[in-house]
């Protein structure tokens, strides 16, 4: 079963049940047989990994500290990591993992009609990021501090979400629901709207903004701005109203 299948959907998400993951994807190289064991000490070594990292970032953090952190000797921290880069690959591996495996398994329901499955994709990312909150803080907030490859390997999860809603955004214009000149920067301009969320939750604290507004008002906005009608309103589009006169004439 996926985790996007999961019932409760969001205990897919607490971060024992992601360190299991994790434990499954680096046996070979976490040297601990026991897997309840292994799993709940890793679960306080990323639990401290976020927690520092949010606190005085990653690359100021150091295994000593993490080992002070999680309550365990530097002898135990190193059976399960070896490295900060280990460490590092280990949490944006999962982040991307479970993005990816989430977002590409739409029900069955939704997998067909392009407006509906935009909403998913919308509503779901916002309510893994909400679920994940400080793993997916961490791999934006930290990116530019991160060596090469791990910063490539941020990018490139990025780039994957943005590939999965323009391919629901191509299915939209082949159908016709969508009116979209440019789909590629139009899949690019809502990612921002959904890191929004997790990147700037004191903002919408603020506010009073519940999830399910921000889910509510990402949907509107994005349906309003591609759904096919729009272009047939008699308003001239923004772009072309700001050009000089000379532009503007065919």
């Not at 026991?34 to 949010?54: F, S």
């Not at 939704?110 to 919308?122: F, K, M, Q, T």
């Not at 729009?230 to 006169?245: E, L, V």
Request: some cysteine; overall charge positive; charged content about 20%.
């Amino acid at each position: 079963m996926t985790l996007a299948r999961r019932r409760p959907w969001t205990n897919a998400f607490a971060t024992e049940a992601l360190c299991t993951r994790i434990l499954e994807r680096h046996r070979a190289s976490i040297r601990v047989q026991k897997p309840r064991i292994a799993v709940a000490n890793l679960t306080r070594i990323i639990g401290a990994t976020l927690a520092l990292a949010n606190k005085q970032g990653f690359h100021a953090t150091t295994l000593r500290q993490l080992a002070e952190a999680s309550g365990l000797s530097m002898g135990g921290l190193y059976t399960y990591i070896d490295s900060k880069p280990r460490l590092l690959s280990m949490i944006l591996s999962e982040v991307a993992a479970t993005a990816t495996e989430v977002l590409t398994a739409p029900p069955d329901e939704v997998r067909n009609d392009a407006h509906r499955h935009l909403e998913w994709i919308i509503a779901t990312h916002i309510r893994m990021s909400e679920a994940m909150q400080p793993w997916f803080v961490f791999a934006f907030m930290e990116a530019k501090s991160f060596p090469p490859a791990e910063r490539q390997r941020a990018i490139d999860m990025e780039a994957t979400t943005e590939r999965i809603i323009a391919d629901v955004l191509r299915q939209g214009v082949a159908s016709g629901a969508f009116t979209i000149d440019h789909v590629g920067l139009t899949a690019s301009l809502i990612k921002p709207l959904l890191q929004d969320w997790y990147v700037k939750r004191a903002k919408y604290r603020k506010r009073g903004t519940s999830i399910d507004g921000y889910i509510d008002g990402v949907g509107s906005f994005v349906s309003a701005a591609i759904s096919r009608g729009n272009r047939n309103s008699g308003r001239a589009p923004a772009g072309a109203r700001a050009r000089p006169k000379q532009m503007a004439q065919p």
